[in-house]
């Protein structure tokens, strides 16, 4: 691993160790790393030799801010970082009464092709490492100056793509050395990556899982998801019922509503029907209607009536509020505006 950033407490241990220093060298320079320094030259309490050794061996990658755009309305801020290798992520600070959530991003693109996701219009490009997750969780608390209680993966790129870079990410913005963010304030979002989700069960971490539905049936899924021509939505729910058996974590649903396409009543009585027995909430999102794309949003009584429907029939759903969106905020539509302006 070149990313001193991206190893754990005991791996940084054992480099050290290895460059003949004290064992609580380690601790010094992963609450150095952790605590967002732009330097090895910032880390004091080490003798210079070592910082030179570390600077020349384990070169910094600092992300810098390329955009940032501050909602009006609520308070949401976006940033576009740009990466070391001139790639774009985007981040999303929201502040909700419980505390300041950032949504950050899992992967550069995304090959999941979801018709109404801005996020994946390009492909992937590549994953992220686990430090350019941690940093987007980092910067964002230092250039906001507001301190980060709550992380969603929901940014651009799919998690259980990513699967070890995530684990490890989790690990570290985890860690009590380090950012110390509870588990339980961590949701992981998926569009329904069968072997991923059994994966992420035998972890039996106390995130919330996300799992975006969107569709009551294969044959609407199939129309706005291509993920569900590899994993049917029989199978997804059968994944989620595996899931709640082995962690006891509750399933949190995604649901995009789409004009004409997935809001009727009878959508919403066949999720019923399907998700009998299986303890849930869900969130119903008004969709955010992406430029490249013919999908609408739901109207808001359409939304109102299907929350309706799945409330009297026992599923708790809430209409979720759209943070953000006077400034791009949804999933990769900075990105690709960017992209798009500095192709042109
Ligand atoms: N790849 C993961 C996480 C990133 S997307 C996943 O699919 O879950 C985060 C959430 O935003 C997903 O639920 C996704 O379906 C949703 N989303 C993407 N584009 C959207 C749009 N235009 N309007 C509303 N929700 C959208």
Not at 171 to 183: A, C, F, K, T, Y
Not at 264 to 273: D, F, M, N, Q, R
């Amino acid at each position: 691993m070149s990313q001193l950033k991206s190893m754990t407490l005991p791996e940084i241990g054992q480099v050290m160790k290895e460059m003949g220093q004290p064992a609580f060298r380690g601790k010094q320079v992963f609450t150095w790393l952790h605590s967002g320094v732009r330097s090895y030259e910032e880390m004091t309490n080490l003798p210079k030799a070592l910082r030179d050794c570390l600077a020349e061996k384990y070169p910094l990658h600092i992300p810098q801010v390329v955009r940032k755009q501050e909602s009006k309305k609520d308070g949401t801020i976006k940033y576009l970082w740009e990466l070391s290798d001139g790639n774009c992520v985007e981040t999303v600070l929201m502040r909700y009464h419980y505390g300041n959530t950032v949504c950050i991003s899992t992967e550069v693109g995304c090959r999941m092709g979801c018709a109404f996701c801005a996020s994946t219009l390009g492909g992937l490009v590549r994953k992220l490492e686990p430090f350019e997750m941690l940093d987007q969780v980092l910067f964002t608390q230092i250039d906001s100056g507001l301190p980060i209680s709550h992380i969603v993966l929901m940014g651009i790129g799919e998690p259980l793509d990513n699967f070890d870079n995530v684990m490890r990410f989790l690990e570290l913005v985890n860690s009590p050395d380090g950012m110390n963010i509870s588990m339980r304030h961590i949701s992981l979002s998926t569009c329904g990556l069968v072997p991923g989700i059994d994966k992420l069960a035998q972890k039996k971490l106390q995130l919330t899982l996300s799992i975006s539905l969107h569709a009551p049936t294969d044959e609407i899924r199939n129309t706005i998801m291509p993920v569900n021509k590899a994993y049917s939505s029989e199978e997804l729910i059968a994944a989620c019922r595996r899931y709640y058996e082995k962690t006891g974590r509750r399933i949190s649903f995604e649901y995009a509503m789409i004009n004409g396409v997935n809001d009727t009543p009878e959508a919403a009585k066949i999720l019923l029907k399907r998700l009998k027995g299986l303890p849930a909430h869900m969130n119903l999102i008004p969709l955010n209607h992406v430029e490249e794309s013919p999908l609408k949003p739901s109207t808001r009584q359409a939304v109102q009536q299907f929350q309706k429907l799945l409330e009297d029939g026992g599923i708790p759903a809430t209409v979720r509020r759209t943070l953000g969106s006077d400034i791009d905020a949804s999933c990769g539509q900075l990105r690709r505006k960017y992209t798009k302006e500095n192709k042109q």
